[in-house]
Each structure stands twice: as C-alpha cells, then as structure tokens.
C-alpha cells in the first residue's frame, strides 16, 4: 500500500473533531486509506443497498453500531443519516465517525446543514509527486508521469493506463454525472469531455465550448460544476488587484489528473505525447495539480492562483505563502533559457511587493537555488 499524507492531518483534525470527513474522486485511495487507518471500527458502505435501507430504516439503531465508532463509505447516498449523527456525536463526543464521499456537490450541502462545525471536511486527491517517491517510483520521467497519471490503481502491479481510463470513465458517466444531470445525449457530453481535456491550462470559454458542442451555455456551465464538484477538473483563478493595469477576470482549466485528460486526448503512449502540442499545457496542468495536492494533504484551502494581464504579461501559479505569495513560472523544457523570466519583469509593485520567491520549474537538470529568480526541476517541488 502506498503512504498517503493525508494520513497524519487526519489524525491530527480526530484530536479535535468527533467526525472527520474524507472527500475526493472515485478511485483516489478513500476507503483503503480510511479502513487501514481504523481497523477497530466497523466499516459500512453506503452504497450497498442492503446496508443503506438498514441505515435509513432505523438510522439511530444503526448509528450505535461499534462502541468506539464506524466508518460510513459513500455517505453522500444517505444525506438524511447526517442529521441523526450529529445527536450521536453531541450525546457521545468520545465516538469517532469517519466518513468519506466522492461528490462535493451533494456532501458539502448536506454538512453544512447538519454537521457544521463538528466535523473536518479534507480531500484526498490523486498521488502526489512525494506520495510516489517515498513509495520507490521513479518520478523523473516527465511524460511517463502525465501519461500515467496519478491515480493509486494505475500504479499497483499489471494495471496500466489503457485499461484503467476507459473504465474509470464509463463507470463515472454511468454512475455520477448522468445521474447529476439526467444527461440524454451522451455524445454531446463526452464531445464536451474530450474539448475540455484539449484546453487544459487555457482559459476557460464557455461561449466558445457553447458553439462547439452544439448546446447553450448554461448546459456547458452546469456540466462544468458537475465536473468540478465529482473531482474531474477544477478552476484556477486570476490574481486581480485594484490597479491601472487591466487584468484578465477568465479561470483557466486543468483537470486533477493527467493520465484521464491524456486518455480523453487519444494519447494512448508516452511516445506520442513527447511530439504532441498539448505536452506543454500538460506538463504545467501536473505541476499546479500537484501543489494542490501538497495544500490538501496538509488541510489547507488551495488558494491557488495565476496572474495575466491586458499584454499578454503572465506568471503560471501564485501560491499563498504566510501573508505573501510564492511565484512559479512552469516550462516544460529540458534546457534552460533566460527568456523563461520573462513573466517577472513587468508586473505591478502591488504584486511584486507581494512575492516571497519567484522560480522558473521546468524539465532540465540544472538547478540555480542562490539568485532573485530560482530555476528549479519540477522534482524539486515535492514539498513546497
């Protein structure tokens, strides 16, 4: 079994929290990191139907089950459970719940009506660059990694992209989003898919995307919140400032894991990534997605954010430093050029006086860690 970080934050939050819940995609390593974890609570899945009437039928009843607590699987299938919980952990703070979903759209709602301020809400997202270095995976193969991708069953022994991807996709349309959205025509919406997986690291066009699928905008809108709230792609947002100069207010797209944005391309080899034209885009969208990653290990909000102006002026990731801002400008080039340092040059003082550090990560070996602007191997970022 792979080390997960997640691990010590959430024994961390269980000091101070009766019930811990653990959100993040399908296949991400829930319910094997949560029953490893605690092998002394009984452990239900909520979505076996036999156990969820059993919960629904007399919830108070099946909530006393294990003296020390349970662990509920799937818990966004029984939100009504969530409002007998919590007077069970009022009357025995002592017991400990652990509870895991992989849909924020229908768990957050349902937390925040009835378990808000008594339970630790943190994600476990696809492994991380240091989850697979600790575990003896070579991660300095750059295209091998984005077309891997990250998720923990690719990378146990004999399963290999090609056949995890097809059903890691079949199995999620069947099963959330066509239940989110009573979706009718499932081409058009796997069009939308693989238009998305095309734009990784771009800013987002829902007019655009609108045209090119052949449906309105809301649809594109409402299936990108879907697509957000199950875990398949998430928004960076644009650093804006009160300033003269005029900065773009348009996200850019990245999915959080690039083996499932390299199988909706139809990149089925490190090979022929090497030479494609979206290798660039996927080299930056692994680095930002594994930043995230490191904040939500630690319980943190991502925070994470990207600056461009009205002259093309661009710095590819701001992260939340203390009250100041690290800057990283992300190149998916093996050799080093200067013009790589082009971003930090021109932004405004209010940003400027803001950064913390400012670094070049790329692909290349040479490393420069003593000067104003660093130049780092993006292995380098494993803990930032």
Known sequence: ???????????????????????????????????????????FSLENPDIREMAM?????????GTEGM???????????????????????????????????SLQSSISQSLAGRTAVLELLPLSLQELSENASDIADADRLMHAGFYPAVHAELNIPRLFYPAYVRTYLERDVRGFLQISDLY??????RLCAGRVGSLFNASELSNEVG????????????????????????????????????????????????????????RQLQSDRMRGHLFENMVVADVMKQRANDGQEAGLMFYRDSNGNEIDLLVPKGTGLEAYEIKSAATYSTSFESGFRNLPEQLSSRL???A??????????????????YTSLLSI
């Open 188 to 193: 058009r919406f796997q069009t939308f898919l």
């Open 360 to 377: 070049v990560v790329y692909n290349g070996s040479s490393e420069r860690r003593d000067a104003n602007i660093e130049v780092l191997h």
């Open 215 to 270: 449906v309105a905008v809301n649809t594109i809108r409402s299936w990108l919140s879907v697509l957000q709230a199950s875990y398949i792609v998430f928004m960076l947002h644009p650093y804006y400032e009160n300033t003269r100069k005029r900065l773009t207010k348009t996200p850019k797209l990245y999915f959080y894991d690039t083996g499932l944005a390299c199988y909706l391309m139809g990149v089925e080899n490190e």
């Open 71 to 105: 662990i509920l699987d799937e818990i966004q299938n029984t939100p009504d459970l969530l409002s007998y919980l919590q007077g069970e952990v009022d009357e025995h703070p002592q017991r400990k719940f652990i509870l895991s979903g992989s849909s924020q759209f």
């Open 1 to 43: 079994m792979i080390n997960r970080k997640l691990e010590n934050t959430i024994r961390e939050n269980l000091k101070y929290f009766s019930v811990v819940t653990v959100t993040g995609p399908r296949q991400s390593g829930k319910t094997t990191l949560i029953k490893s974890m605690f092998p002394e609570l009984p452990y």
């Open 57 to 65: 039928t007399d919830p108070l009843a099946f909530l006393k089950r």
């Open 356 to 358: 913390v550090r400012r």
